[in-house]
């Protein structure tokens, strides 16, 4: 996350980017070990037998929840977030195609501060604003539908083949480094 330094009454930008040659090493170490794994696990499943069945799904499980977190990683749209008071502006980006969202405070039904941490020891912190009943924020990037689509498969498989599309009803910002930043944020977004 990066923030840039702001005086009052100016905007506060974050921005979350992933460069090219990053998406580019994630999205050929998801394919290669899922290439390895099926050479060298495949052999193992023939002839078919109920053994080889169970642990055939096993296998496929585990490299499909693999797949999904690497290429997941790979395929996410870069964010910048420009916060004023009263007004939300994210625009995303993907390789050279770009889609900008513009959010006033009432097409926003409420935004908290909430701890970003999973497994790292570091705390960080996101704006977190919930859509109304109803509204969904699903990529961002309606330019793009095949890597979408693919983005949509990766995250969500099973409604996905059910035909229900990938959408959240949540916007998260980048992460900010202090619970006070993140606050400063909020507040300013919420001023009028």
């Known amino acids: 996350m990066e923030a840039t330094?702001?005086?009052?009454?100016?905007?506060?930008v974050l921005s979350h980017i992933m460069p090219t040659p990053i998406r580019l090493i994630f999205g050929g170490v998801g394919a290669a070990l899922s290439i390895l794994?099926?050479?060298?696990?495949?052999p193992a499943l023939w002839?078919?037998?109920?053994?080889?069945?169970f642990f055939g799904i096993i296998v496929l499980g585990g490299l499909s929840v693999t797949l999904a977190f690497v290429a997941g990683s790979a395929l996410g749209p870069d964010q910048i977030w420009e916060i004023r008071p009263g007004k939300l502006t994210i625009t995303y980006q993907l390789f050279n195609q770009t889609s900008v969202k513009t959010y006033e405070l009432p097409d926003l039904e409420s935004c908290d501060v909430?701890?970003?941490?999973?497994?790292?020891?570091?705390?960080?912190?996101?704006?977190?604003?919930?859509?109304?009943l109803g509204r969904?924020?699903?990529?961002?990037?309606?330019?793009?539908?095949?890597?979408?689509a693919i983005l949509a498969f990766l995250r969500a498989p099973i409604a996905t083949a059910q035909g229900v599309s990938y959408a959240e009803t949540r916007l998260r910002s980048p992460d900010f480094s202090k619970r006070e930043e993140a606050e400063r944020a909020l507040a300013q977004l919420m001023a009028r």
Do not use: N
């Open 5 to 12: 330094p702001h005086a009052p009454g100016e905007p506060i």
């Open 37 to 42: 794994l099926l050479v060298e696990l495949g």
């Open 47 to 53: 002839p078919p037998s109920f053994l080889t069945l």
């Open 114 to 132: 909430a701890s970003s941490q999973y497994d790292s020891d570091v705390e960080t912190y996101q704006i977190v604003c919930r859509l109304p």
């Open 136 to 148: 969904t924020v699903k990529t961002g990037l309606e330019s793009t539908p095949f890597l979408m």
